[in-house]
């Protein structure tokens, strides 16, 4: 799918017509009010799909349909679907997350949709939630909410920041201020009319059509916690390069529009922003694996790669990085000492 050059007369508050074909595994069966599909993806990904796939069934506002989209795996996970009779399961060849995505929302017959990922979980009150908000609502596009963090690694878990958007399009500029996928709804109709999920991106494409979303359609939100994001040694935002890669070539996008619209000043920041972000990210990994003596090899790829994107964020960033990790050993060793006298 390729993006069709901007119309510069755009009108940011007018709903901007879709494309004129519906593509052709498109369902335009009129939805029932209020329905919602979850849709799970998976790339092998089976030993995590049980837990997502019951934690869509533990709703408490029920989904009327559940589709796990399998992205050509090789694990076998039609043998996890096969015990939920109320799954359906659809199978295609490995094309990526965002088609993936996108098989899953035109089978989907419902008024809005949500996505998870097989390693991720929703919680109970997820879809009740945005569901509320959107039905109160309807000229909104979407809706989100807060999430937990779990890190299976240490065993950690804790509720993340969260992060509202208070001006629409211009906030995600500077940021996405959205930190999971899973703690999204979306009317289906609005998604489609954006054109979906943009499958030239492997990564970030989430960010991709929030933006475009934001141009067309309020967003909603509310801090309540929506879904657990289970972070594993496996996860693809692991790699720092990689995402920057992606994240800037998404703002690239943008940058006509936020032209158009004088948003220059936020484009920018959302530039800086996410270099600042990636590189900090890439030498707190490399830091922490000098101090545990076990440094993985593909850190010095990102870093070359980092380098040539971002020269002068790479050369400012380590010293950043030194200070932040010396202010949790500190805060480390006053709780320690202040726990110490406690006792």
């Given amino acids: 799918m390729s993006f069709a050059k901007a119309d510069n007369t755009l009108d940011r508050r007018r709903v901007v017509p879709g494309p004129a074909v519906a593509p052709a595994n498109l369902v335009t069966t009129a939805p029932r009010p209020g329905s919602v599909a979850i849709v799970i993806t998976t790339y092998n990904h089976a030993s995590f799909l049980e837990a997502a796939i019951r934690s869509a069934l533990w709703q408490s506002v029920p989904a009327i349909q559940i589709i796990v989209v399998d992205d050509g795996s090789t694990d076998h996970p039609e043998g996890v679907t096969a015990q939920f ?35 991720d979980r929703l919680l109970p009150d997820a879809l009740a939630n945005n569901l509320h908000r959107l039905i109160a609502a309807p000229e909104a ?21 969260f992060l509202p958007i208070s001006d629409g399009y211009a906030a995600l500029l500077r940021r996405n201020r959205i930190g999971m996928h899973a703690a999204v709804m979306y009317r289906r109709a609005n998604l489609a009319e954006i054109g979906g999920f943009e499958e030239e991106l492997a990564a970030c494409e989430d960010y991709d059509v929030y933006l475009r979303m934001a141009l067309r359609f309020p967003i909603l939100y509310g801090p309540e916690p929506l879904a657990e994001y289970w972070h594993h040694g496996g996860n693809m935002s692991r790699d720092s390069a990689m995402m920057l890669r992606h994240v800037l ?35 707190l990994e490399l830091l922490q694996g000098t101090r545990s003596r076990s440094i993985e090899s593909s850190l010095f790829t990102q870093g070359v790669s980092l380098a040539r994107q971002a020269p002068l964020t790479v050369l400012g960033t380590p010293l950043r990085a030194m200070r932040y990790l010396g202010i949790r050993y500190l805060a480390r060793r006053r709780r320690h000492t202040v726990d110490s006298r406690q006792r």
């Avoid at 359906?88 to 996108?102: D, E, F, K, M, W």
């Avoid at 950690?156 to 920041?161: D, K, L, P, S, T």
């Fill in 85 to 119: 009779a109320a799954v359906r399961s659809i199978r295609q060849p490995n094309a990526g997350l965002s088609a993936a995505r996108n098989t899953g929302w035109r089978a989907a017959t419902t008024e809005f949709v949500v996505f998870l990922d097989a390693d």
């Fill in 141 to 161: 596009g979407m809706s989100y909410g807060g999430y937990i963090y779990v890190d299976a690694v240490a065993g950690r878990r804790y509720i993340a920041e």
């Fill in 249 to 283: 070539a998404v703002l690239h996008r943008q940058r006509p529009a936020a032209q158009r619209l004088a948003l220059m000043t936020a484009y920018r920041k959302g530039v800086v922003s996410r270099k600042r972000h990636y590189v900090m990210a890439w030498c």
